[in-house]
């Protein structure tokens, strides 16, 4: 796979969004939609936040459900002979195998206890050092994890990493396995599978940085650089902290912001 950076890429900016908003964190990933309506009644906009909070709730548990089950299967794959065995040419096909199946994993490796990579799904990448990873030692003190956005230096693609160990008969860490997510792909798969939700939407980052929205312009920058209104700036960053509902108006329209944490993901 390569080695993968962070993701903080900069971009110019546009004036504001439209459409309705939905936050989601994955660690917490943020996402983020929001629609523009004109409410002339306190009826309506009752009406509005309900169903907006309803979705949000309904997107933030399927995401959450399908990162649990990748995980999960991430977790039985580990406890495999094949992978207790640590031997490379044992886990380089099995490695292969899985990453076929998936629709979202472009790669699948394993790492021994010094961050070296000692099988991969693509043998070109063994012996890469991934010891700088965040996941990497989460996972060494046998805690299941994913990371942040990332990018691939040998794909170019955004990408997120699940990582979980690999312990031998006595329960002892001798590895880690991790599978790289391709980011687009699980974005278009679990978020903009909804008319309503993908016109518009916006996925910022643990860190603050927007990951995903329809103005490519504002791509890469930290909320505090988008340019957005003040108000709608601050209503983000306690969207990373809290879930409920927020409304707001601007330039004689109201905005309502319903947001949700996950548990892999933050949904807002």
């Given at each position: 796979?390569?080695?993968?950076?962070?993701?903080?890429?900069?971009?110019?900016?546009?004036?504001?969004?439209?459409?309705?908003?939905?936050?989601?964190?994955?660690?917490?990933?943020?996402?983020?939609?929001?629609?523009?309506?004109?409410?002339?009644?306190?009826?309506?906009?009752?009406?509005?936040?309900?169903?907006?909070?309803?979705?949000?709730?309904?997107?933030?548990?399927?995401?959450?459900?399908?990162?649990?089950?990748?995980?999960?299967?991430?977790?039985?794959?580990?406890?495999?002979?094949?992978m207790k065995s640590m031997d490379?040419?044992?886990?380089?096909?099995?490695?292969?195998?899985?990453?076929?199946?998936?629709?979202?994993?472009?790669?699948?490796?394993?790492?021994?206890?010094?961050?070296?990579?000692?099988?991969?799904?693509?043998?070109?990448?063994?012996?890469?050092?991934?010891?700088?990873?965040?996941?990497?030692?989460?996972?060494?003190?046998?805690?299941?994890?994913?990371?942040?956005?990332?990018?691939?230096?040998?794909?170019?693609?955004?990408?997120?990493?699940?990582?979980?160990?690999?312990?031998?008969?006595?329960?002892?860490?001798?590895?880690?396995?991790?599978?790289?997510?391709?980011?687009?792909?699980?974005?278009?798969?679990?978020?903009?599978?909804?008319?309503?939700?993908?016109?518009?939407?916006?996925?910022i980052d643990n860190l603050g940085?927007?990951?995903?929205?329809?103005?490519?312009?504002?791509?890469?920058?930290?909320?505090?650089?988008?340019?957005?209104?003040?108000?709608?700036?601050?209503?983000?960053?306690?969207?990373?902290?809290?879930?409920?509902?927020?409304?707001?108006?601007?330039?004689?329209?109201?905005?309502?912001?319903?947001?949700?944490?996950?548990?892999?993901?933050?949904?807002?």
């Open positions: 796979m390569g080695e993968i950076k962070s993701l903080h890429a900069k971009y110019s900016i546009k004036k504001k969004f439209i459409g309705w908003f939905l936050l989601v964190s994955v660690l917490p990933l943020i996402l983020v939609s929001f629609v523009i309506q004109n409410m002339n009644s306190k009826i309506t906009v009752k009406k509005e936040e309900e169903a907006m909070h309803n979705l949000l709730l309904s997107k933030a548990e399927f995401v959450n459900q399908w990162f649990s089950a990748q995980m999960g299967e991430m977790q039985v794959a580990a406890e495999s002979d094949v490379s040419e044992s886990m380089i096909p099995y490695l292969q195998t899985l990453e076929a199946r998936s629709k979202v994993f472009e790669t699948m490796f394993v790492l021994n206890t010094d961050g070296t990579v000692i099988a991969h799904s693509k043998p070109e990448s063994i012996g890469s050092d991934y010891s700088d990873r965040s996941y990497y030692p989460i996972a060494l003190k046998g805690e299941s994890t994913y990371s942040e956005v990332l990018i691939s230096k040998a794909t170019g693609n955004r990408i997120i990493v699940g990582a979980t160990p690999i312990k031998d008969d006595n329960g002892n860490i001798i590895g880690i396995m991790c599978g790289s997510a391709n980011f687009e792909i699980l974005v278009d798969t679990l978020l903009k599978n909804d008319e309503d939700v993908s016109s518009n939407l916006v996925l940085y927007i990951q995903v929205a329809n103005n490519e312009e504002i791509i890469g920058k930290h909320i505090d650089e988008s340019n957005l209104e003040q108000e709608t700036v601050n209503i983000l960053k306690e969207s990373l902290n809290s879930s409920g509902i927020s409304s707001l108006s601007l330039n004689g329209e109201q905005y309502i912001f319903a947001h949700a944490l996950l548990n892999q993901l933050a949904l807002d």
